[in-house]
């Protein structure tokens, strides 16, 4: 029932800036966190940036200072703004959402390229 839907993904030169967003769909109840994960070719995916219904973030030590994330709760949507991006961000990208009373869900991933 619960539908994630990423969007902002694409090919960007080393250095670029890219801003993914996400919107959650299907569910009335509340979302306690969103979050960006990314998992690149061959690796395991790993978090990106977390935040939670009141604002507080987490991330990555690898994006800190670089990308930033944020949400508007009233529409259920979480943003990533990236900037300086570097060749080793390339990977999937995928939002995740946290429901009350329930797990985690999954978009279907965006492709975050980064060319040097």
């Known amino acids: 029932q619960v539908r994630l839907v990423e969007s902002g993904g694409g090919l960007v030169q080393a250095g670029g800036s890219l801003r993914l967003s996400c919107s959650a769909s299907?569910?009335?109840?509340?979302?306690?966190?969103m979050g960006w994960y990314r998992q690149a070719p061959g690796k395991q995916r790993e978090l990106v940036a977390s935040i939670t219904s009141g604002g507080s973030t987490n991330y990555a030590d690898s994006v800190k200072g670089r990308f930033t994330i944020s949400r508007d709760n009233a529409k259920n949507t979480v943003f990533l703004q990236m900037n300086s991006l570097r060749p080793e961000n390339t990977a999937v990208y995928y939002c995740?959402?946290?429901?009350?009373?329930?797990?985690?869900?999954w978009g279907q991933g965006t492709q975050v390229t980064v060319s040097s």
């Open positions: 299907g569910s009335d109840r509340r979302i306690n966190v």
């Open positions: 995740s959402a946290r429901y009350s009373f329930s797990g985690n869900y």
